[in-house]
């Protein structure tokens, strides 16, 4: 390993051990939303209220020193809230841009699924394109660029389920959850006066997260890998309890999920692990149970499970051979 590649390995760690001062026993889970930075991906969460979420955020935030916004949606949060919008200042005889709360590098956009569809999908359309345009001209967002999206559980009051294509565009879900016993006793005992992020040092840079991003694309999946990827994406399209199966979208991301996997772990190429950790995390808001599923109260997590027992791993060998 090179200086400069243990350089940005270390900062990486520093960025989890920083967060995880203030977001207490969720080390698995901090983890893997550093994972789906380092992808350069998205992150939904569904949660209930109260977890943890706005801390988590700004604590990365200040740890990697990226510019965050916050915008909390509601019914009468319009598109131009998010892209930005002219204004006419007579002073100037002209009218002026004011940007949105897209234009930073770290956004959390939170209960997601209580704003409107045409919102939604403002929203979705620069995860994707990474720019806005509005009355004809188009603006680069800041890079990085990363959204962290919260919804509210299913059936919660004031919600309306996002449409399957546009969750598709989230890289990785997973929730939070309560704290655990210790964890949350810890938080209690240690509530006083000072600020909360106060201990939280900036340990990384946007410039840095860019490069390892960069890395990351380098990093050597062998075919026999990419057969089992895909197989496993594949499996979710077959299988007797899931009516719509995981898209190519998917394939994609696992295949990101999986090389950052493998870089954090301090190596250059991906093996089978890396591949079926994260399988569960990439494809999970992915799928579509049938209604026989859930007569017979199949969970997404048991059928994955399924899916990956089933599917034979490659031999683990020489894994950077060609």
């Not at 969750?167 to 810890?186: H, I, N, Q």
Request: net charge neutral; with cysteine; charged share 30%.
């Amino acid at each position: 390993m090179s200086v400069e590649e243990k350089r940005l390995t270390d900062a990486v760690k520093s960025v989890q051990e920083q967060v995880n001062k203030t977001v207490l026993g969720k080390k698995e889970e901090i983890r893997e939303i550093t994972a789906a930075f380092l992808a350069n991906g998205h992150v939904l969460l569904e949660d209930i209220p109260g977890v943890g979420k706005t801390t988590m955020a700004v604590a990365f935030s200040r740890a990697m020193q990226l510019e965050y916004k916050r915008i909390q949606f509601t019914p009468d949060v319009l598109p131009s809230d998010l892209t930005g919008f002219s204004v006419y200042r007579r002073e100037k005889e002209q009218f002026v841009y004011q940007p949105g709360s897209v234009f930073c590098n770290l956004l959390l956009a939170d209960e997601i699924n209580r704003t409107s569809p045409k919102t939604q999908s403002a929203l979705l359309e620069v995860m994707e394109e990474r720019r806005v345009t509005v009355d004809g001209v188009t603006r680069e967002v800041p890079s990085p660029f990363i959204v962290i999206a919260t919804q509210n559980p299913a059936g919660a009051a004031g919600t309306q389920r996002l449409p399957e294509a546009q969750v598709d565009r989230f890289t990785v879900s997973l929730s939070l959850g309560y704290p655990d016993y210790e964890s949350e006793l810890a938080m209690a005992k240690g509530i006083g006066p000072e600020d909360k992020y106060a201990r939280i040092e900036p340990v990384m840079t946007g410039e840095m997260l860019l490069e390892i991003q960069r890395r990351i694309h380098d990093v050597y999946m062998k075919d026999s890998i990419c057969e089992y990827l895909l197989q496993l994406v594949r499996g979710t399209r077959s299988h007797q309890y899931i009516e719509r199966g995981a898209s190519p979208r998917a394939t994609i991301a696992l295949v990101r999920m999986a090389k950052a996997s493998a870089w954090m772990d301090g190596r250059d190429y991906v093996i089978p692990r890396d591949v079926a950790e994260q399988f569960p995390y990439v494809v999970l808001h992915r799928i579509i149970l049938t209604g026989a599923a859930r007569a017979e109260r199949k969970t997404k997590h048991d059928i994955l499970q399924e899916i990956s027992d089933k599917t034979e791993a490659p031999p683990m060998g020489e894994e950077r051979g060609r």
